[in-house]
């Protein structure tokens, strides 16, 4: 490694992307690639508003300027679509001083480690499996990871040990929590337990609930904002928006929180034409949303059918995805599961290996159905 380099950088591993096409394994030309690896709609954004965008960029946006810094118009939006889940008996609405915008969540996680745990002031909560960027990014800035288990059978957080890390972990303490509501890759959302125990927890310490998959769950804390200033809500246009893409998440939280990330931030970290689509995204929800029936429909079929396999466990699901692993056999499960992607990903069906397991998006019916009759016929050859 080169001098320079901070040295524990050699011991850590960035995060792998799904590679985006079949590369390495022989696919005929002619087979048809399913992209079910990565939680992104099946479905682009509509003919019509593509077109739209087109002529924004051509006409409106000036590629000698920079951005608007400022998101004054998106977070506008964005608050008014928030505010559209809160019930109207709540009396504090969401504003434009409680939304931050960033190039992805991933920033808006980096921004909240950078806000409250850097230089030895506070260590991290993760409960695996979960969404691996939160250990990941505190990782590369040298903060410390405190990781609990889940139960095998439903996902739930071990609560007992959450805990019991929080009162012993003191050099440094644990400042920030991170849950994912519903969970990746499990798919499963927060119970009432799990939400007591977070409402519970002391105001010194941050709860990030990372509701990436709401539109999809309809499940959502924001009403309790109001009442836990220590909360902060994590969303994206990656998933049910259509705009993986363009790389936009947003955080909603209290006014105090949102100035020390505004200060974290990098200025103009959104490019003009990501604005713009969020904000058409936004203008145009009812129409992008309207997909979201279809989609837990096909999702339900998907867990109806590939239940009905003996080889498979599939647990319930609140998200876009679901989870299985293969029921226990004579062989490693390690090497089945690793043989199971190849081959399907071989047939044109991409899905992911993670957490001893397999997390396949739910996709287009036509999609769906010709990645349940390559696992089923996968499944018998191994």
């Known amino acids: 490694m080169l001098n320079f380099i901070r040295s524990d950088l050699a011991q850590l591993t960035a995060y792998q992307p799904h590679p985006g096409g079949t590369s390495g394994e022989p696919v005929k030309s002619d087979t048809i690639i399913d992209r079910l690896d990565s939680n992104e709609s099946p479905f682009d954004l509509p003919q019509e508003l593509k077109e739209k965008l087109a002529w924004n960029y051509q006409q409106v946006i000036e590629n000698n300027r920079y951005p608007d810094g400022s998101y004054i118009a998106l977070k506008s939006a964005i608050a008014e679509y928030v505010n ?3 019930p109207s008996t709540i009396n504090s609405q969401i504003t434009l001083d409680n939304i931050s915008i960033g190039n992805g969540s991933d920033e808006l996680i980096r921004s909240v480690l950078i806000a409250t745990c850097l230089r030895g002031e506070g260590a991290i909560l993760v409960a695996n499996p979960t969404f691996s960027m939160y250990g990941i990014l505190a990782n590369t800035l040298g903060i410390p990871v405190v990781t609990v288990e889940r139960s095998e059978n439903d996902f739930a957080i071990d609560l007992d040990a959450a805990q019991q890390a929080i009162n012993q972990t003191k050099n440094p303490p644990i400042r920030v929590v991170f849950v994912v509501h519903p969970n990746s890759p499990t798919a499963n959302a927060l119970t009432a ?12 310490i941050l709860v990030v609930i990372d509701e990436a998959y709401f539109e999809f769950s309809q499940t959502t804390v924001a009403q309790e904002l109001v009442e836990h200033p220590n909360w902060m809500i994590l969303r994206t246009f990656s998933k049910a928006f259509r705009l993986a893409a363009h790389r936009v998440g947003y955080a909603i939280a209290h006014p105090q929180l ?17 604005q713009t689509a969020a904000l058409f995204a936004m203008n145009h929800r009812q129409e992008l949303l309207a997909s979201i029936p ?19 466990k599939v647990w319930p699901s609140a998200a876009n995805f679901i989870y299985l692993r293969l029921t226990p056999t004579n062989n490693d499960p390690s090497f089945q599961l690793t043989g199971l992607t190849k081959q399907l990903k071989s047939q044109g069906t991409l899905i992911r290996q993670i ?20 696992l089923k016929t996968t499944l018998e050859s191994l």
Do not use: C, M
């Not at 939400?195 to 010194?204: A, F, I, Q, V």
């Not at 279809?294 to 498979?312: I, T």
């Open 84 to 86: 559209e889940s809160v």
């Open 193 to 204: 337990k799990e939400l007591d125990w977070l409402r519970n927890l002391p105001e010194n």
């Open 258 to 274: 949102i100035t020390a990330l505004e200060k974290v931030r990098l200025p103009y970290n959104l490019p003009s034409f990501s």
């Open 294 to 312: 279809q989609l837990l429909a096909e999702r339900e079929q998907l867990v109806k059918q590939l239940s009905a396999h003996p080889a498979l």
């Open 355 to 374: 957490s001893g397991g397999l997390r396949i998006t739910v996709g287009t019916p036509e999609e769906n159905q010709r990645s349940i009759q390559r």
